[in-house]
């Protein structure tokens, strides 16, 4: 049973802006790590931003710096991406990620990048598409 809901994809020209809104279950919300992920066709599905369950950054990919904003409603108990700047090479289904376990740490200097089984559990995924 799918408990992470994503929401928000859609088409835009470069240069736009989206916001993706995934909702995460109470029991869940404050005490597990939550990630984007995304996935374009014939690639591997690779991790965009993960936060802790304080919601500190411990993972931001180098290609969205600057351009993708990661935050939470805690009342709403709902995460957000904010994707400014949109490139066609941003086009992907997004996942939404969420897991108990407090490790790894990342580290992109020594290669360790989120991986998809640091997360057990996964949204349906939001297709986002960007048009040049």
């Known amino acids: 049973e799918v408990q992470l809901v994503e929401s928000g994809g859609g088409s835009v020209q470069a240069g736009g802006s989206l916001r993706l809104s995934c909702t995460v279950p109470?029991?869940?919300?404050?005490?597990?790590?939550k990630a984007w992920f995304r996935q374009s066709p014939g690639k591997e599905r690779e991790g965009v931003v993960v936060?802790?369950?304080?919601?500190?950054?411990?993972y931001l990919a180098d290609s969205v710096k600057g351009r993708f904003t990661i935050s939470q409603d805690n009342a709403k108990m709902t995460l957000y991406l904010q994707m400014d700047s949109l490139t066609p090479d941003d086009s992907a289904m997004y996942y939404c990620?969420?897991?108990?376990?407090?490790?790894?740490?990342?580290?992109?200097?020594?290669?360790?990048?989120?991986?998809?089984?640091?997360?057990?559990?996964w949204g349906q995924g939001t297709q986002v598409t960007v048009s040049s």
């Open positions: 936060i802790s369950d304080n919601g500190g950054v411990l």
């Open positions: 990620a969420a897991d108990p376990r407090r490790y790894p740490d990342y580290d992109a200097r020594n290669g360790r990048i989120p991986r998809t089984n640091d997360f057990n559990y």
């Open positions: 109470k029991s869940w919300y404050r005490n597990w790590r």
